[in-house]
């Protein structure tokens, strides 16, 4: 950062700032990740400075030798990556790619449906008060009251009666494995477009720890900076027969010029998932988060489903009597990050919830496992059972940073 430490040491500052806080903390929050140098130096790159609306071999404006060929290779490992028919990668993140999606294949106020929000399920999946929700007549399933978990007879059962034109499968607050074969049977018994949304678990996918949706639905799509570990973005994946209203309805339909040096950063986070180190990433992923969940279950703490499948626990503190916002604020002072989240059913407003969701992909990515799950359980159960007592949390923020320094966050040299 010399040139900025020169031009702009105000930004400079902050940057780096941020640089110490990611390093010296716990990231557990679960839609977050660490990225690979290689894929900030993508990033950051000279692609910035150019525009390249349409798509390669079909541009507006000259000058796409480069980017021609960067969104080809973006293309083509999106597709090994996943075994998809069709990629696209221009999407500028997850929130638009599903926007781009419905406007694609759905008509204003046709019937869709998609998981409740404070459920599990995404603010893209009808949430009243967002686009969504407005646009589209969304029919909003649950989990079931008893396990926490999905009830597929109960989908079936919606699906019957509302004969929805598509169904959303795929959350940001599930904790549990996916039946994707199921959610199809029932998409066809009623002749809806399946569409899943794997945006937290497309890396656990792509790295072969949990079974992928592709081969079963019509349309997919993932946020690329989740699990995927790479830039703030997104893409869609669809059959063949999808591919030109898919690609119409990201452009013109919803974008305009792609962000090139996030595609190139998307290519470079493909090229790394398709390795075999990316397997054993994904998997260890899962193995951190089961542990992680049984040590919580041991300190006391109610997990919503149980327990975890996957790269994601919801935790619900109602037993511990400490609300979730005052549970994120006391454990941020230690450098323990995670957020506040509803739980299904909660009582609470959802702007102070009962919950907290955490979740193990940037701690994996630093190279911790195990024994390091441990004492993170250890030190919730003390924060959460101390909350008020700054002398521990003083104590604990020390202990974190210590355990930090052994594990470098890739990209961040301090
Ligand atoms: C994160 C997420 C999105 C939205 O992604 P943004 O890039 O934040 O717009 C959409 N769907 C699901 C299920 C997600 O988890």
Not at 285 to 306: M, Q, Y
Not at 376 to 389: F, L, P, Y
Request: glycine share 8%; charged share 25%; proline share 5%.
């Amino acid at each position: 950062m010399s040139d900025l430490k020169t031009s702009d040491p105000k930004v400079a500052e902050i940057l780096e700032a941020e640089m110490k806080r990611q390093a010296e903390g716990i990231e557990l929050i679960p839609s977050e990740n660490y990225v690979s140098q290689a894929v900030l130096e993508a990033n950051g790159s000279i692609f910035t400075n150019k525009y390249s609306e349409g798509y390669p071999g079909k541009r507006y404006y000259g000058g796409q030798e480069n980017t021609d060929r960067v969104e080809n290779l973006a293309i083509e490992r999106a597709k090994e990556l996943f075994g998809a028919e069709h990629a696209n990668v221009q999407p500028y993140s997850g929130s638009p790619a599903n926007t781009a999606i419905y406007f694609a294949l759905l008509e204003f106020g046709d019937t869709v449906m998609g998981l409740k929000l404070d459920h599990g399920g995404h603010i893209t999946h009808g949430l009243p008060i967002a686009f969504s929700g407005k646009a589209y007549n969304f029919v909003q399933y649950e989990v079931d009251k008893e396990t926490g978990a999905l009830d597929y007879d109960e989908i079936e059962k919606l699906a019957v009666e509302h004969k929805p034109k598509m169904i959303v499968a795929g959350f940001t607050a599930y904790p549990r494995d996916i039946d994707w074969k199921r959610f199809k049977e029932i998409a066809d018994k009623v002749g809806a477009i399946s569409f899943a949304d794997i945006s937290h678990t497309a890396g656990l996918i792509a790295g072969k720890a949990l079974e992928s949706p592709v081969p079963y639905f019509d349309i997919i799509m993932t946020t690329t900076h989740k699990t995927l570990r790479g830039p703030r973005g997104a893409i869609i994946l669809c059959k063949e027969k999808y591919a030109k209203a898919i690609n119409r309805a990201v452009f013109p339909g919803l974008q305009g010029g792609p962000h090139e040096h996030i595609i190139a950063a998307k290519a470079v986070a493909f090229g790394e998932a398709l390795k075999p180190e990316f397997q054993e990433y994904a998997a260890q992923v899962i193995t951190n988060a089961r542990h992680l969940a049984e040590k919580l279950t041991e300190h006391g703490f109610e997990l919503v489903s149980g327990g975890t499948d996957t790269h994601l626990i919801l935790v619900d503190l109602t037993n511990k009597n400490v609300p979730g916002k005052q549970a994120q604020v006391a454990l941020d002072k230690v450098g323990i990050t995670l957020n506040k989240n509803t739980v299904p059913f909660d009582q609470r407003s959802p702007f102070d919830p009962s919950g907290i969701r955490l979740g193990t992909p940037a701690v994996t990515t630093r190279g911790m496992k195990e024994p390091e799950m441990e004492k993170i359980a250890g030190w919730i159960k003390e924060v959460i059972d101390n909350i008020e007592d700054e002398d521990t949390l003083t104590r604990i923020k020390k202990e974190v940073e210590e355990m930090c320094a052994g594990f470098p966050v890739p990209g961040i040299k301090v």
